[in-house]
């Protein structure tokens, strides 16, 4: 793994949402996107050498809607950078972690992303990424 790529967060309000994480970081969001396979929207802001991911879910059948009903708002997973993420998935899957997706999806932010279940890490739902050249 390279680095800490970034942390979600999953929000009901959003607006209220990037207000409170641009004046705490002191910065502005710099990218917005939807992930209509996911059902989310997401709003990127730079902290230091990684990123906050602010979550919000656009239809009550996303994993997002799903988590702030069940857990509320907060922490939703960390996202960990790395080089190869076909290696990365292989390398997991052969230490016997469950990979949500064993095939590479596209994310926001212009990467290729795969989670790792929560069930197997101590509760935390994990995902890999790789920038998208
Ligand atoms: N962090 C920690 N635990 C989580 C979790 C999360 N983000 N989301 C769900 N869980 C836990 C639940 O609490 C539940 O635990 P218990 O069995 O102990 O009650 C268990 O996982 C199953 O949860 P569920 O509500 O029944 O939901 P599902 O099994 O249908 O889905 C998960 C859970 C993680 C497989 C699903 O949310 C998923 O595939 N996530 C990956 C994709 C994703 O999160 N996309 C949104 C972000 C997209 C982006 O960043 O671009």
Request: proline letters at 2%; one cysteine or more.
């Given at each position: 793994?390279?680095?800490?790529?970034?942390?979600?967060?999953?929000?009901?309000?959003?607006?209220?949402?990037?207000?409170?994480?641009?004046?705490?970081?002191?910065?502005?969001?710099?990218?917005?996107?939807?992930?209509?396979?996911?059902?989310?929207?997401?709003?990127?802001?730079?902290?230091?050498?990684?990123?906050?991911?602010?979550?919000?879910?656009?239809?009550?059948?996303?994993?997002?809607?799903?988590?702030?009903?069940?857990?509320?708002?907060?922490?939703?997973?960390?996202?960990?950078?790395?080089?190869?993420?076909?290696?990365?998935?292989?390398?997991?899957?052969?230490?016997?972690?469950?990979?949500?997706?064993?095939?590479?999806?596209k994310g926001a932010?212009?990467k290729?992303i795969?989670?790792?279940?929560?069930?197997?890490?101590?509760?935390?739902?994990?995902?890999?990424?790789?920038?998208?050249?």
């Open positions: 793994m390279k680095k800490l790529d970034h942390v979600g967060i999953a929000v009901k309000d959003l607006k209220e949402a990037i207000s409170v994480f641009e004046t705490i970081l002191n910065t502005k969001v710099y990218k917005e996107e939807d992930v209509p396979e996911q059902q989310v929207k997401t709003v990127f802001l730079q902290a230091g050498e990684s990123k906050i991911e602010l979550l919000h879910a656009l239809s009550d059948e996303s994993a997002i809607a799903k988590f702030l009903n069940k857990k509320g708002e907060g922490i939703h997973h960390l996202a960990f950078e790395v080089d190869d993420i076909f290696a990365e998935i292989k390398r997991l899957q052969a230490l016997g972690y469950e990979l949500i997706n064993s095939e590479p999806r932010d212009d290729w795969a989670f790792l279940h929560p069930k197997n890490t101590h509760g935390v739902l994990i995902e890999i990424c790789q920038k998208i050249r």
